[in-house]
């Protein structure tokens, strides 16, 4: 019966809570699904246009949580895990203390500032005149979210991921500037709500199919500089996934916050990490182009030799046993090959396209002696080995061009 009454109490200040924030013009959005101490977001509306500017609202009510004052201030206590939680929030996190009797929200931000330590947790001190009204909305629209102007940062890619049960779009971001969590997260909110009314197809097949609808699924992905998107080292990636859509044309979801629409935002913890890896392993233009080029000119002496080679296999002038004992030296030069390419020092930004056409080109070559192992002996017949061997050679050969039309460009 306790659990029943406290859940009771709970719901009718959220209710409350509700009715206060849509009185001075915001939306509320309880947040159903479990996210560790956020009830809430609230978003400012103005007109009848949502503006993208967020809070994130915790929500208490009940003679207890008013039972403790100081002077003219409630005493709202919380453990070091919630405090962290709302400190670090993506969204600015406010406390709610909710007064049924007497129909009053009592409100404070939780930040560095307001959180106090004390000896076994921390206290944030809620003034009783600090209610949620339109006296104080001048204060709550300095704690808003940001909107962030779209010239500080740049899509740098857009990719549609559609299929025949759901239109996807997936996005990278690049950051023009410095930015604190809070604006990356506007960010990832409006790449999210304006990719979703995107209507790029990569056919016209695609486009038959999706018309003129929505979006379905959006995946997003930030990047704080050039170097960080040629490493696919991501600040943050974020998902949303429309609610109307069945489970099981759903994508495979990961953990995060919400940072307002259902948009779950994971933030990478080995960001700073990878970054001073990339960096402290990175070579010089010269030191890296010193070391590729005998292996681009290796790539394509084994290219050329392996195209004529297996077109004498392929047209029967030369046997499968032959073609392996001419060949011995140059499959394991092929190996040695693609050793040495993933063994290179770091490319700097400027060779990244060339060091990836390096590495597919060298991976094309490898596979040739692994498709003539005695350990895949069986595994293939010989005309679908052939096959299979002379595809790998055209499309090192076509790679080859595009890496030395890049390299090229950038010596």
């Known amino acids: 019966m306790r659990a029943q009454h406290t859940d009771r109490i709970a719901r009718q200040g959220i209710a409350l809570a509700t009715r206060a924030f849509e009185a001075i013009d915001f939306a509320f959005r309880e947040q159903h699904e479990s996210d560790y101490g956020i009830d809430a977001h609230v978003e400012l509306i103005q007109g009848s246009s949502p503006t993208g500017r967020l809070l994130g609202i915790q929500v208490k009510a009940g003679r207890s949580y008013l039972s403790e004052t100081i002077g003219g201030r409630y005493v709202f206590r919380a453990d070091a895990t919630h405090v962290d939680y709302w400190v670090n929030h993506a969204l600015p996190v406010l406390v709610c203390l909710v007064d049924l009797e007497n129909d009053l929200v009592h409100w404070q931000v939780i930040d560095n500032d307001t959180a106090e330590l004390t000896n076994s947790n921390y206290r944030i001190f809620v003034p009783k005149h600090q209610v949620i009204d339109r006296d104080s909305l001048p204060p709550l629209h300095d704690l808003l979210t940001i909107v962030v102007p779209s010239e500080r940062y740049t899509l740098s890619e857009t990719k549609d991921q559609s299929h025949a049960t759901a239109k996807r ?42 018309g003129d609808s929505d979006a379905q699924v959006i995946w997003s992905f930030v990047y704080p500089s050039m170097a960080d998107l040629a490493n696919n080292n991501f600040k943050c990636r974020g998902l949303w996934i429309n609610p109307g859509l069945p489970e099981r044309e759903r994508p495979t979801a990961f953990q995060g916050e919400n940072v307002g629409d259902g948009i779950i935002v994971d933030w990478n913890p080995n960001y700073d990490l990878m970054a001073g890896l990339f960096s402290e392993h990175e070579s010089t233009k010269e030191e890296y182009l010193r070391a590729a080029t005998p292996l681009v000119q290796g790539l394509e002496d084994l290219i050329e030799f392996f195209r004529q080679a297996l077109r004498s296999l392929i047209g029967a002038e030369m046997t499968r046993g032959a073609f392996v004992r001419r060949s011995q030296a140059q499959l394991d030069n092929a190996a040695q090959i693609y050793r040495e390419v993933v063994d290179m020092p770091g490319a700097p930004f400027e060779c990244k396209e060339v060091d990836n056409l390096l590495q597919q080109a060298a991976g094309n070559i490898d596979n040739i002696p692994i498709l003539f192992s005695e350990t895949n002996e069986a595994k293939w017949s010989d005309e679908r080995r052939f096959y299979l061997a002379s595809e790998q050679v055209n499309d090192a050969a076509t790679t080859m061009q595009a890496l030395k039309y890049e390299l090229q460009k950038i010596r």
């Open 169 to 210: 779009y997936s996005f990278k971001a690049v950051l023009n500037g410095t930015f604190s969590k809070a604006e990356i997260a506007s960010i990832v909110r409006q790449i999210t709500t304006q990719g979703a009314q995107r209507r790029y197809y990569r056919s016209h097949r695609v486009e038959q199919r999706w």
